[in-house]
């Protein structure tokens, strides 16, 4: 998709799989990304104009040949804008393509990072949280379908996998889901949990497994803390748990989540959980996402420069880590090429990222995981849009994650799961 005869925000495929984005500016240049590496370009004047023309769809003669030679000083440091050039047809980013390249476009080089959301139940009420669980939530993923996920997403790649909820210690087969994975050859498997029901008869279970476990902390302040779990005693008990999981020699790690209520907390948080042990390579802040019970949140936007993501595979657009343990994480993505994700929600929906609610693929109930993935159309594609591209920047973490969702049609309203998108056979 590109722009329309009013410049709106684009996305762009390259024949290797990697993601870029070009975003209009207000004095009529564009910038240019690639989604998986802070790389960008700024343009100006008449490479701008050429660019957006050709990425637009409305090229002239001469455009593409102009472009080369005057993005030669760029692209010597950024090969990529020459294989953006080859890549646009001339009659739109993506020219029609958009169904074609719809499992290149989700996946890239393959799958790296699987969400399989166990259970909406939690035994936690957090005002933000994005699958919007609570204790009342009765959703819930059967020991076979969580099988028949697992097998299916080899199929797509070798990812890792990480079990969440709700909270996935609540399910009555979470000890066994782990076994399953960690006998089917799954090399990283992680539970997100809040460790309230980390109690010892489950850690002796779970630690044969040798499953990584990261853990929610909202602030080193009590008070603070359970008031956004809405759970009195909460961070005691989760730091009980990270405290029980260490000492059985269990990977923890830990994720920082920003919001109005403790905004400033970060570095009282972060002196915690190092005095607790922990490496600054397994501690990640991220700002609070408009999805689920978030969305209410949607205009709260800290200065986010230095903020590294609290959830596996994911990074915060336009900002990328240093390499630290836990970006094993991201399965076969640690290795060259774009790698995609995939969540499997407790009511079987699949949506393309954890956080992107509003675009459901399809339902294992109804057809193999990877069938859904390679049978995927999209039935109206959304028109380009700069209100569009802002909502998917609000409610998801990592660029590429923004990108699929806005090529996907994300951010046009709830009307666009329901009427967008359809599967056929692969």
């Given amino acids: ?31 240019v990304a690639l989604t998986d590496t802070e790389q960008h370009v700024e343009l100006h004047g008449a490479p701008a104009h050429r660019m957006a023309r050709l990425l637009g769809g409305t090229s002239r003669p001469g455009d593409r040949a102009a472009l080369r030679a005057l993005l030669a000083p760029w692209a010597r440091a950024h090969p990529w804008l020459m294989e953006l050039l080859e890549a646009a047809s001339g009659q739109g980013c993506l020219e029609g393509r958009a169904n074609a390249s719809a499992e290149a476009l989700i996946l890239g080089d393959g799958l790296g990072m699987l969400f399989i959301e166990v259970t909406d139940r939690c035994n936690e009420r957090c005002i933000h949280c994005y699958a919007e669980a609570a204790p009342e939530c ?4 059967s020991l076979d379908e969580i099988g028949r996920v697992l097998i299916a997403a080899r199929r797509l790649g070798r990812p890792a996998v990480q079990f969440t909820g709700g909270d996935p210690l609540i399910h009555p087969d979470i000890v066994a889901a782990v076994a399953m994975a960690r006998d089917m050859g799954f090399d990283t498997i992680e539970l997100y949990t809040n460790g309230l029901a980390l109690n010892d008869a489950m850690l002796e279970r779970l630690e044969p497994h040798r499953p990584r476990l990261a853990f929610s902390v ?7 803390h359970d008031a956004i779990t809405r759970v009195p005693g909460s961070l005691q008990r989760t730091l009980r748990a990270m405290r029980r999981a260490r000492a059985a020699g269990l990977a923890v790690r830990a994720g920082i989540i920003v919001m109005p209520e ?10 915690m959980l190092r005095d607790m042990g922990l490496e600054a390579r397994d501690i990640g802040v991220d700002v ?18 230095e903020l590294e993501t609290a959830d596996a595979g994911h990074r915060p657009a336009n900002h990328r880590s240093d390499e630290r343990a836990s970006d094993d994480s991201r399965g076969e993505a640690a290795e060259p090429g774009r790698r995609g994700k995939l969540c499997v929600a407790a009511n079987g929906d699949v949506h393309p990222c954890i956080f992107s609610r509003e675009i459901t693929l399809g339902n294992i109930r109804e057809a193999p995981l990877d069938a859904i993935v390679r049978g995927f159309r999209v039935r109206a594609p959304a028109k380009p849009s700069t209100a569009r591209w802002a909502a998917c920047r609000g409610a998801l973490s990592c660029a590429d994650c923004q990108a699929i969702a806005y090529a996907l049609g994300a ?16």
């Fill in 1 to 31: 998709m590109g722009f329309d005869s009013s410049p709106a925000p684009g996305v762009a495929l390259l024949p290797d799989h990697r993601l870029v984005t070009f975003e209009p500016l207000a004095d009529g240049g564009l910038v």
């Fill in 138 to 141: 009765a959703n819930r993923l």
């Fill in 218 to 224: 909202y602030s080193h302040d009590d008070a603070t």
């Fill in 262 to 271: 403790n905004r400033g907390h970060e570095a009282g948080a972060i002196r």
């Fill in 288 to 305: 609070v996402r408009s999805a689920g019970r978030g969305r209410f949140m949607g205009d709260y936007a800290p200065e986010t420069a």
């Fill in 411 to 426: 951010g046009a309203g709830p009307e666009r799961q329901t009427a967008g998108a359809e599967h056929v056979a692969a």
